[in-house]
Nanobody
Framework: QVQLVESGGGLVQAGGSLRLSCATSGRTFTSYAMGWFRQAPEKEREFVASIDWVGSSTTYVDSVKGRFIISRDNVNNTLYLQMNSLKPEDTAVYYC?????????????????WGQGTQVTVYS
């Protein structure tokens, strides 16, 4: 059974940084692309970033380009999201997810496993 466990969320002032981690179980981490999504109150879950199975290709939603960096450690089966220059509009619950294939994906429909989420709150 695949388990995804996020950590690293918290309360941060605008302009600050946080690093989210997603620890995964199972031996198939390296066989799948991974992604980060977020969901603010009363809004739909939105794509944030995705990385392919080897970590050579990434993509981001326009609103975080140049501020967030997605990466993965295929030895320790861990996904990361480095978030810099945080803004109040980044406030949301952040979820990591395991894609259904090896290439980057941007739709929730293309992900089969999800973590429980970690809260990120940015205050001005």
């Amino acid at each position: 059974q695949v388990q995804l466990v996020e950590s690293g969320g918290g309360l941060v002032q605008a302009g600050g940084s946080l690093r989210l981690s997603c620890a995964t179980s199972g031996r198939t981490f390296t066989s799948y692309a991974m992604g980060w999504f977020r969901q603010a109150p009363e809004k739909e879950r939105e794509f944030v970033a995705s990385i392919d199975w080897v970590g050579s290709s990434t993509t981001y939603v326009d609103s975080v380009k140049g501020r967030f960096i997605i990466s993965r450690d295929n030895v320790n089966n861990t996904l990361y999201l480095q978030m810099n220059s945080l803004k109040p509009e980044d406030t949301a619950v952040y979820y990591c997810a395991k894609a259904k294939g090896i290439w980057i994906k941007t739709s929730t429909r293309d992900y089969g496993y999800w973590g429980q989420g970690t809260q990120v709150t940015v205050y001005s």
